[in-house]
Structures are given as C-alpha cells and as structure tokens.
C-alpha cells in the first residue's frame, strides 16, 4: 500500500492506539472513506474515488510533517471495546487497565458488591464510561482537573447514553468530591517525570502536557492520591493506579507499601493494586 511505505519511510513514533505505519494508514484510510469498523468483506473490493485519495494525502502530509498522531487526526479511538471521541483536549486512550475493566477487576473484587466508582484524571471519560458498562448496576464518578477534557468526556457520555449513571465532576484529584466514597478508585494520572518528558517523541507534544508531566520524578500525582485514597473507599474496597515507566520511582518512594504490581496480556504495565485495608495499615509519607 502506497501510503504504508510513505509513513514507513518517515521518522515516526507509533504507540498512541496504533502499532505501525500500516495500522496509521488503515486507520486514516478507513477515516477517509468514513467506514464502520468492524468492515464487511466488500469494502475491500471497492475503489478507492480521486476525492478520497486527495483527503487521505492531506492527512499523510500532517501525520509525516506535523508528527501528530493518528487519533487526534481522526478523532476516533477505541477502548476496551468502545467507541470514544479523542481530540487534543484529552490523552489518547491506550491504558492497559481496559482488559481489568473487562475483567470486572477481578480477583482483586467481586463485582456483584460495586456499586460506585471513581475514575481520577478521566480525561476522555474512556475508563469511566468502560467501567458503566462492564458494571450495569452502578454509579460512577469522572474526575478531572481539566475543564476542557470533561468536555471531551461529556461527549462521549452522552454518545454512550450513560448520563445517568456517569457523573463528570470537576475537581484536583478528591478536593471536588467531598466525603464521597466508593468500592473502586481508578487512575491513570500523569507519572512523566520532568527529565524524561523532554525526551519524549515528538507525537507527544500534541498531548496535553497536564496529562502527562508529574514534576521532577514523575510522582507528584501518585503522592496525593495514596495519602488520600483511604478515605474514599469503602471497607474492602481496591485502588488501581497506572504509574508506567515511573514504577521504579515509586517503588523507591514507598518500600513499605504492599503494592500489587499486575500483568497484561495483551502488554503494558506499571499498573498497582493497593487494597484500602493496606492503605490503612500503613503510614504513607508524601
């Protein structure tokens, strides 16, 4: 395919929902030609119109020229199964903690006793909205800092009909949030240590940099929710967190903390399970 060899051919980082040149080029192509994913067998016989290859070039120029990647070019992602509207407001979704979502989290709690959740930094909403549907009976509530990435999550809770039961809520990590409490805290905050953020690929810097950045080691984010977690779960309640290539840090930061550091099958790490009893038992120091 012409357009996989010109993105092969530039120096390109991939890893914001696709893998390769050839995931890119499907993706815009499909973009292009506005089909549904999955694709009946047909679409691959059809060809291609000149008004379409003209758009679909457009679209190379930017992703080679301006390194921006594919999501935000097509503004459609998909997470833990669902469809989500992504543009540069918000994080591209690409958290391994959706295959725990359509796990139920389990072992690590019995679904039958969640009623509400917390999503912390949603950004998108992804995570909340994958959460209310892998969770029919419960409530959930999505979390940010940024007003602009809940707009961004608004929309796709409204795309999703989930309204009344997703709440977006504005607030720096639990200050919005009152005495509220939940059977499950899940984040994926920012954990980009300053250093390692200027090293990032270029494709980066089209994300929110509050998304990312964490101050000097990467664990700013991480401080304040393990010191104030506890309050807000209740008995026998789990906290998630994705702290990716800052686990180090944090296992440094915190020795005594009894984290569960969990596997993916289908890759991706750096995601810990702290039980609130644990939370409890031990004095965390920021």
């Known amino acids: 395919?012409?357009?996989?060899?010109?993105?092969?051919?530039?120096?390109?980082?991939?890893?914001?929902?696709?893998?390769?040149?050839?995931?890119?080029?499907?993706?815009?192509?499909?973009?292009?030609?506005?089909?549904?994913?999955?694709?009946?067998?047909?679409?691959?016989?059809?060809?291609?119109?000149?008004?379409?290859?003209?758009?679909?070039?457009?679209?190379?120029?930017?992703?080679?020229?301006?390194?921006?990647?594919?999501?935000?070019?097509?503004q459609r992602c998909w997470f833990a199964g669902l469809p989500m509207y992504v543009d540069a407001r918000v994080l591209i979704p690409r958290s391994p903690i959706a295959e725990l979502i359509e796990r139920r989290f389990q072992p690590w709690i019995d679904p039958a006793r969640v009623?509400?959740?917390?999503?912390?930094?949603?950004?998108?909403?992804?995570?909340?909205?994958?959460?209310?549907?892998?969770?029919?009976?419960?409530?959930?509530?999505?979390?940010?800092?940024?007003?602009?990435?809940?707009?961004?999550?608004?929309?796709?809770?409204?795309?999703?009909r989930l309204s009344g039961r997703v709440r977006a809520v504005r607030s720096d990590h639990f200050a919005g949030l009152g005495s509220a409490s939940y059977d499950i805290i899940v984040s994926n905050p920012p954990y980009v240590g300053r250093r390692q953020i200027e090293g990032l690929p270029a494709e980066y810097r089209h994300e929110p940099r509050l998304a990312l950045a964490?101050?000097?080691?990467?664990?700013?984010?991480?401080?304040?929710?393990?010191?104030?977690?506890?309050?807000?779960?209740?008995?026998?309640?789990?906290?998630?967190?994705?702290l990716g290539n800052s686990e180090t840090a944090l296992r440094r930061a915190y020795p005594r903390l009894p984290f569960t550091w969990l596997a993916f099958e289908r890759g991706g790490g750096g995601v810990f399970m702290l039980e609130r009893e644990q939370l409890q038992q031990r004095k965390v120091m920021s």
């Open 214 to 242: 964490a101050g000097a080691d990467g664990l700013d984010s991480a401080r304040v929710i393990l010191r104030d977690a506890a309050a807000h779960l209740n008995p026998g309640g789990i906290l998630i967190v994705e």
């Open 1 to 74: 395919m012409r357009s996989t060899r010109r993105l092969s051919r530039a120096p390109l980082h991939y890893g914001h929902g696709t893998d390769s040149a050839r995931d890119d080029a499907a993706a815009l192509l499909w973009h292009v030609m506005r089909l549904p994913l999955p694709a009946p067998a047909t679409v691959y016989r059809r060809r291609v119109p000149p008004r379409v290859l003209a758009a679909l070039d457009l679209l190379l120029q930017r992703r080679i020229r301006e390194r921006i990647p594919v999501v935000y070019l097509t």
């Open 115 to 160: 009623r509400r959740i917390l999503d912390l930094g949603t950004g998108s909403g992804c995570i909340a909205i994958a959460c209310a549907r892998a969770f029919a009976r419960c409530r959930v509530d999505a979390t940010d800092i940024s007003a602009a990435a809940l707009a961004v999550a608004q929309i796709n809770i409204r795309r999703h």
